[in-house]
């Protein structure tokens, strides 16, 4: 009879649970995928094969890769994480015991490792050596949340405190249950005075013991503490889709989705569908992508802390961008999804009052992104914030004509003189008078196609990285040429700043020129060119070999092309480096140019923050022809930072970081101690 009772009880909250569990997850799913199709580079299909998608998964979910960015919050999370996949059996052995309780003896002991005394003992003992490290990880995450206070959490969230709660509970009661297991009259195996089981659940057995819970009552104790062990998992279940700790279910959902596209390319719209969206404004205009981010969001605040905007007390705070997101998704979508059931049509739909941009997100918080993609490198669940951003940008500049008065100048000159600083077009190639350099209209018969950007070609700060760089060109006896005044703008400021229309036009101009002249391999100093070349041009058919200058030099070097001749001087140097966000986070491009300043032979120091975490220079996104919202600039604290060095040379190797540097050494005053160099330079001054 008592075990029916329990079959019973069991199998009605058992099925209350999964039902609720299941209608929750299907009905987000459902609102995600309400959004429009996954037009991220509009393959998605070709690009998310089935082998590559496992793989992120693997590393992603299983390895717990990008959590481990941070090793002290990865091993803790990793305490949780596999503490959870530990208890799968566990778990498992009470859910089976429960829906089939009637039929077994006692249900209370049943093990699917049942067949082996010792196996089932030494999982038991897994199981109560992983809750202690659950416990820590959880202790440690509290801690930082409600103790430390670190930046990104909020502190005032009681849904974390909630699951910290329930998981805690589901790690107290299982050793509590073992412990009280040891001392019961049905369970116990005693030999004399000494205790037999696992060392964990005998320590905790002396707990019961002091407060006087022994034989016939510890098998209430055990079977109380199994029931709340049970019931704490149902409640998980009940509660996990409805708040943020959802990333456990839309985490892995966003990883098996990822593509495979390079991860500096952002979609190509199609601007000759009359029928398709100019960017986001409505949460349907949205790809489904970009939603099921917000629900993947754990809100964890990796993205707030990386941001150089939130840094430097912008409107800007990329997890506010996902969470919004998110609320919009759960609040209007609901009432798309109706109107599309009832068979509104697509005018009446996209006249609904859904709009993100204004009741949700800022268009100031739009604005101030300089599209690093820190945020994106720095999200555990695999979000990116950049695209969605991009997103609403576009919709705002080509469906609304609605951005910033400077970028109107910017947008006229890319469009009027191939150049965002409105220089005549004429004389692109008036830097490199007098240095023999040749066009490809002269000769098109050359090993190499020299980018020189529209920096290079009119910044007179940046003319003399060019031709520095042509001066290694020449003395490793390269055969190259440039465009000229063929050569346009390469569009990367025109397509962060959400004109689509006005990139495609000039991207599909130089790809025709390129591949007019047949050109296979294209190098460059320009990472922002570099990478829109590389990453993006292939949308247009311009499928080239795209080097950095700094890999170009590197093999040069290697291949005995130069020689590089070092002084005392250089030996008593201290040089450090920054890293442009267009060649590092988004080609992985860290380690060469290092290589080419170390061969000075002088000291390298690191800047705080390097490599990865390397803090935008502040230009990207086309906020090199914007004014930044506040008096804290994102440049003048990057300066700071390299300053810290105590380096007499700071090396960089992007034309936009050159003159975002350079305006920070002269604020800090350092100009006569403090010298900004491209590696270009520092290699053609050594040669």
Not at 225 to 242: C, E, K
């Amino acid at each position: 009879m008592e075990n029916l009772v329990f079959h019973i009880i069991f199998t009605i909250l058992f099925a209350i649970a999964n039902i609720v569990f299941a209608r929750a997850v299907i009905y987000r799913l459902g609102l995600v995928f309400e959004g429009q199709k996954a037009h991220f580079h509009e393959d998605f299909r070709e690009h998310g094969n089935l082998g590559f998608r496992i793989k992120s998964v693997i590393d992603n979910v299983l390895l717990q890769k990008k959590l481990f960015q941070e090793p002290m919050r990865g091993v803790m999370h990793a305490f949780i994480f596999y503490g959870f996949v530990t208890y799968l059996l566990h778990t498992t052995n009470q859910m089976v015991a429960g829906v089939f309780g009637y039929w077994l003896s006692d249900p209370y002991a049943f093990s699917l490792l049942g067949f082996s005394e010792g196996l089932s003992h030494a999982y038991e003992g897994l199981v109560q050596s992983v809750s202690f490290l659950v416990l820590i990880g959880l202790a440690y995450f509290a801690i930082r949340r409600w103790v430390i206070k670190a930046k990104g959490l909020d502190v005032h969230s009681p849904a974390s405190a909630v699951v910290i709660g329930m998981i805690a509970t589901l790690m107290i009661s299982t050793l509590l249950g073992e412990g009280a297991r040891v001392i019961s009259d049905t369970y116990s195996i005693k030999s004399g005075s000494i205790r037999d089981g696992f060392p964990i659940a005998v320590g905790v057995s002396y707990l019961w013991s002091a407060i006087g819970v022994e034989g016939a009552s510890g098998d209430i104790a055990f079977k109380i503490m199994w029931w709340a062990h049970i019931l704490t998992v149902f409640a998980f279940m009940l509660y996990v889709p409805t708040s943020k700790h959802s990333h456990l279910i839309f985490a892995p959902i966003n990883f098996f989705l990822a593509t495979d596209t390079p991860k500096g390319a952002l979609s190509k719209l199609n601007l000759e569908d009359e029928n398709a969206l100019w960017g986001s404004t409505k949460v349907q205009d949205f790809p489904f992508p970009n939603l099921l981010d917000g629900m993947a969001c754990i809100e964890c605040g990796r993205c707030q802390v990386q941001c150089p905007a939130n840094r430097t007390g912008k409107a800007l705070n990329p997890k506010a961008i996902i969470v919004d997101l998110k609320h919009a998704l759960l609040e209007k979508m609901p009432e798309v999804q109706k109107a599309r059931k009832e068979g509104k049509s697509a005018e009446e739909i996209m006249g609904m009052e859904t709009n993100v941009i204004g009741p949700y997100i800022t268009e100031e918080a739009i604005w101030g992104c300089t599209t690093c993609y820190a945020c994106v490198q720095a999200c555990p669940v695999g979000n990116n914030q950049v695209n969605a951003i991009v997103e609403m940008r576009r919709n705002l500049v080509l469906a609304e004509s609605n951005f910033p008065a400077e970028l109107q100048g910017a947008f006229q000159n890319m469009e009027n003189n191939s150049n965002p600083w409105g220089m005549g077009a004429h004389t692109r190639a008036d830097w490199a008078e007098g240095l023999g350099v040749k066009t490809m209209a002269e000769d098109s018969n050359v090993d190499v196609l020299y980018w020189v950007g529209c920096a290079g070609a009119f910044d007179d700060r940046s003319k003399k990285t060019a031709q520095s760089f042509v001066k290694i060109l020449q003395k490793a006896g390269v055969n190259f040429g440039i465009l000229g005044t063929e050569e346009n703008c390469s569009g990367d400021s025109a397509r962060r700043g959400g004109n689509e229309y006005l990139y495609q036009t000039l991207a599909q101009m130089n790809v025709d020129t390129m591949n007019g002249y047949n050109v296979q391999k294209v190098v460059t100093a320009c990472p922002h060119c570099y990478n829109t070349i590389k990453n993006e041009y292939p949308q247009f058919g311009g499928n080239f070999e795209v080097k950095h200058h700094s890999d170009f030099i590197k093999e040069l070097i290697q291949e005995g092309k130069i020689d590089i001749k070092t002084n005392e001087a250089d030996i008593q140097q201290t040089f450090t480096y920054h890293d442009p966000c267009y060649l590092g986070r988004y080609n992985n491009g860290y380690e060469n140019p290092r290589d080419l300043v170390k061969v000075t032979g002088g000291n390298f120091e690191e800047p705080s923050d390097h490599h990865s975490k390397s803090l935008c220079c502040g230009a990207g996104g086309a906020q090199m022809w914007m004014e930044e919202q506040n008096n804290d600039r994102v440049n003048f604290k990057r300066t700071d930072q390299l300053l810290e060095t105590g380096a007499s040379t700071i090396a960089v190797s992007c034309p936009f970081c050159m003159t975002m540097i350079t305006d920070g050494v002269k604020n800090a005053e350092r100009t006569d101690t403090v010298k900004v160099k491209d590696i270009a330079e520092i290699i053609a001054d050594r040669i």
